[in-house]
């Protein structure tokens, strides 16, 4: 018999809230209004309006076996949720994802993921939509929780830990606070989102204004207090929903497994002496000795045992997972990592400035063979970046972006474009170098930054922030400190509680690691961290020493970085614009302007210039040499300056006024007039016998009046 469902009996099954509060901030978790098809759905909203659902989907048919957990993670901006019609002239729909769009989908997937088993072979899919937002606040870092509490609801024992986000920032009297406003964020000296569980921190995205290790040790625990409350929320919203609706008693996830007794075998046949070809040699040659040691194995069990129930896959993950045991006990137990570095050391390091001859600025850093050629290009305030997503229109004045060529890692494939890899990397490039930039004011430049990684062998997008650092010095950007990069990595031991920090990693070392901590920084403070974490255990204690070491790291690299370049060049590259900027007050942006524009435009045309003004007066004029700016400049500048008593100058007579009246032409778009009393000292009844139009007068000015905007003329008689 089938029992068809009326939409309310539906909707009253499955719909359950709660509100807490946490951290001051009342929010509303709610489950079963919205995606009704959806395994399992959820909802944040708060009193300011903010209304964020989140699904997550777990496909029970499994298309093939795969080496990668195949999870999808989409943050999805809506116009409409802010008021907004976004998108163009021609079109009005949401296209391509934002780079913020982008970029919170990166954050949500970093610390769901490792939540996961590691063989999970079925397709989940994370969507989070922001479908009402007041435009105070950017609400991304709330997908993470959504994520780990839709998970939490499909009853999987395999995700039985919440995992939560938060975002704080520092204000400039040390203060934290959560959730920040995008206008609170502009003045912030720091600005940390992590994710974590309730006993440790798992992700970390973050940018400060030169801050010590002493803060931030302060602020990663601030967060994970607020972290805590919002585990707990979870666990007793999930509580209270199974109570009226029952958890699914089955999880729909698939996990492969590999045999005890088959990797017992394999454990056993590779011994430390087939170890000896995986040491000392490079990404390349590393990966055909694995290669080849799994082809050894498969040969030895044909041999030796029966192989029909045995699948390749099985057998070479479990030579990789023996060589993965081995390695990291040899680091663990002997501080010997595969290169026969010490721990805190960091590979040689090359540099060379000024590599490309017609570019404003360039440089290539090197790390052993890991390559970063950054190109800088500085360009006039007109071309600041227009930031269009969901919210208010912004700009961006320095941009950094990350490129990726297959040829880099020895591959083949097509080009597209960007990938969230590249975009995610440009981003904290930014982030780290952000803090040192000068003002607009001081260098009124727009500046971009290219990093194409030309060689990589680990550690691409820390070389990309240590080449750029190096580009700005090269094209003449004042920079108020030079800022390096180190990538740092944490082994951990369970069973014996044992862990080591290593500096530098390098490609071959990448499947050892438990925790990637990126640390950039200047010679005293930090300006950047982001960091992904795979175990469920962080203490403060491991920041405190990753930062530690990081910073005899970072401080060896900026040592080499600047052998031959120790400051921003003197000089302005002779291909790149010539810019001067100065404020002006408000009542003179009119003059400067015009009728029109018209002002503007005969500067421009006259002077082959470009001219910007800022929203805060600040006026740029770009040209392409000197010449030309400090014709515009001085053209300006006499036209915004009052006249004083005692100024003299020669200049033409414009016009002859009712008999009496001179016009004279002070030019920078000036005029004012001398009386037929003021030019001769003899009485004068005709002016057109003293005076005719296109005539060149010297005169000086006798009396200013500033408040009546009145200036006295006298014709200077020689004698």
């Not at 994802?97 to 954050?107: D, G, H, K």
């Not at 440089?363 to 970046?385: E, K, S, Y």
């Not at 006499?638 to 005692?646: A, P, R």
């Not at 004012?672 to 005076?691: F, G």
Request: with cysteine.
């Amino acid at each position: 018999m089938i029992i068809w469902l009326s939409d309310t009996q539906i909707l009253s099954h499955k719909h359950f809230t709660k509100t807490y509060k946490i951290a001051g901030k009342n929010l509303t978790f709610e489950s079963g209004k919205l995606a009704l098809l959806a395994d399992w759905s959820v909802v944040i909203s708060d009193e300011e309006g903010n209304y964020l659902l989140t699904t997550a989907w777990i496909n029970e048919k499994i298309k093939s076996w795969t080496d990668f957990f195949p999870m999808t993670c989409e943050y999805q901006e809506k116009y409409y949720a802010a008021g907004k019609i976004g998108g163009n002239r021609f079109m009005k729909r949401e296209s391509r994802p934002s780079e913020v769009a982008t970029l919170n989908s990166r954050m949500i997937d970093r610390p769901i993921r490792p939540m996961f088993p590691k063989w999970t072979v079925n397709e989940v899919q994370i969507i989070s939509t922001i479908l009402s937002s007041s435009g105070l606040s950017d609400y991304g870092f709330y997908g993470i929780t959504w994520a780990s509490l839709a998970l939490m609801l499909s009853g999987s024992t395999e995700f039985t830990w919440p995992v939560s986000g938060c975002r704080i920032i520092m204000d400039s009297e040390n203060n934290f606070k959560f959730d920040p406003t995008f206008e609170e964020l502009l003045t912030a000296q720091l600005d940390l989102t992590i994710a974590g569980t309730l006993d440790s921190i798992t992700m970390v995205e973050s940018q400060w204004k030169e801050v010590s290790g002493d803060i931030i040790l302060k602020a990663f625990e601030f967060a994970h207090a607020i972290i805590k409350e919002i585990c707990n929320a979870q666990l007793d919203f999930v509580s209270n929903y199974s109570k009226v609706h029952p958890l699914p008693a089955k999880s729909k996830l698939v996990v492969k497994s590999l045999s005890k007794e088959l990797y017992s075998k394999i454990e056993g046949y590779v011994t430390e002496d087939k170890m000896t070809p995986l040491y000392y040699v490079s990404k390349t040659e590393f990966h055909e000795e694995m290669h080849n040691l799994s082809e050894e194995v498969k040969l030895w069990l044909w041999y030796s045992e029966d192989t029909e129930e045995m699948t390749i896959w099985e057998i070479e993950e479990c030579v990789y997972k023996a060589i993965k045991k081995h390695m990291r006990k040899n680091v663990l137990s002997n501080k010997t990592r595969l290169d026969g570095r010490k721990t805190d050391q960091v590979r040689p390091v090359r540099w060379e400035f000024g590599i490309l001859p017609r570019v404003h600025g360039s440089a290539l850093f090197q790390r052993w063979i890991t390559q970063a050629l950054t190109i800088a290009t500085l360009g006039w305030p007109g071309d600041m970046q227009l930031v269009d997503d969901m919210f208010e229109q912004t700009s961006k004045r320095y941009i950094h972006h990350y490129n990726f060529p297959p040829f880099s890692v020895w591959e083949t494939k097509p080009l597209r474009w960007p990938t969230r890899r590249d975009i995610g990397h440009g981003r904290l490039a930014e982030k780290a170098l952000e803090p040192v930039l000068p003002s607009l004011e001081e260098f009124p430049y727009f500046i971009r930054c290219v990093s194409e990684i030309t060689t990589c062998n680990g550690s691409s997008s820390m070389a990309s922030v240590c080449g750029s650092s190096m580009s700005l010095m090269d094209a003449w950007v004042p920079i108020k400190n030079i800022v390096s990069w180190v990538a740092m990595w944490m082994i951990y031991d369970e069973e014996s509680g044992k862990y080591e920090i290593l500096s530098d990693i390098q490609a071959q070392e990448d499947f050892l690691w438990d925790m990637d901590f990126k640390v950039a920084g200047t010679s005293a403070w930090f300006t950047a961290l982001q960091m992904d974490c795979k175990i469920k255990w962080l203490s403060m204690e491991v920041v405190g020493k990753v930062l530690t070491q990081s910073k005899e790291a970072l401080e060896y690299i900026k040592t080499e970085m600047i052998r031959d370049l120790s400051e921003s060049r003197k000089e302005l590259s002779p291909y790149a614009p010539f810019i001067v900027s100065s404020r002006i007050a408000v009542d003179k942006i009119r003059e400067v302007i015009g009728k029109g524009w018209e002002t503007i435009q005969k500067i421009s045309k006259e002077y082959e210039v470009k001219i910007d003004i800022s929203e805060d007066w600040l006026l740029s004029v770009t040209a392409k040499n000197q010449v030309q700016w400090k014709g515009a400049i001085e053209f300006i500048t006499k036209m915004l300056k009052w006249m004083e008593v005692g100024d003299a100058g020669e200049w033409k007579v414009a016009k002859i006024l009712d008999w009496i009246w001179a016009i004279i032409d002070l030019g920078s778009g000036k005029s004012w007039m001398i009386h037929i009393s003021k030019i001769a000292k003899e009485r004068v009844t005709n002016i057109w016998d003293y005076l005719k139009e296109w005539d060149i007068v010297e005169y000086k000015v006798i009396t200013v009046d500033k408040e009546k905007g009145k200036v006295g003329l006298e014709r200077i008689i020689k004698e």
